[in-house]
């Protein structure tokens, strides 16, 4: 009894990864200090961010034989820095088990919804290259 109520209950939980159907990104910004410090993070250029509506737009380039076996997540620190407007700081963690020398180039975006602050916008520092992007909503 006990085991089925807990199936119920944990069948309605929602993952914080998962990305809403309805959004046009391809995966969810995740928020974590210890995963901003500790995830991997595989030589990435960054060759282009821009935001289009709550999605953030990465074309990035890396080494490897295609690309296929990457993964990229956009890892937010959970600190907000009080300034006008605030600042958050987010970086890519590029996970390349990719072994080959072509250079390759993709792109992805990131459901960004879940870093707004207070007030209409935020600014999101992309420490791995040091660029920055204002996010209004």
């Known amino acids: 009894m006990f085991l089925s109520l807990l199936l119920a209950v944990c069948s309605a939980c ?35 961010a821009v935001i289009n509506g709550n999605c953030l ?5 890396a080494s490897g034989c295609s690309g296929d076996d990457w993964e990229l997540t956009l890892i937010d620190s959970d600190a907000i820095m009080e300034s006008s407007p605030p600042q958050r700081n987010v970086r890519l963690s590029l996970t390349n088990p990719e072994l080959c020398e072509a250079y390759i180039t993709k792109e992805m975006s990131f459901d960004i919804s879940n870093l707004q602050v207070d007030g209409n ?3 999101l520092n992309i420490t791995n290259n040091d660029v920055q992007v204002l996010y209004e909503y």
Do not use: G, R, W
Not at 57 to 61: E, R
């Open 57 to 61: 737009q990465f074309n990035f380039s």
């Open 121 to 123: 916008a935020v600014y």
């Open 14 to 48: 929602e993952d914080p990864t998962v990305v809403d159907p309805t959004s046009d990104c391809d995966a969810l910004a995740i928020i974590s200090s210890t995963d901003y410090l500790d995830a991997p993070i595989d030589q990435v250029t960054i060759n282009s």
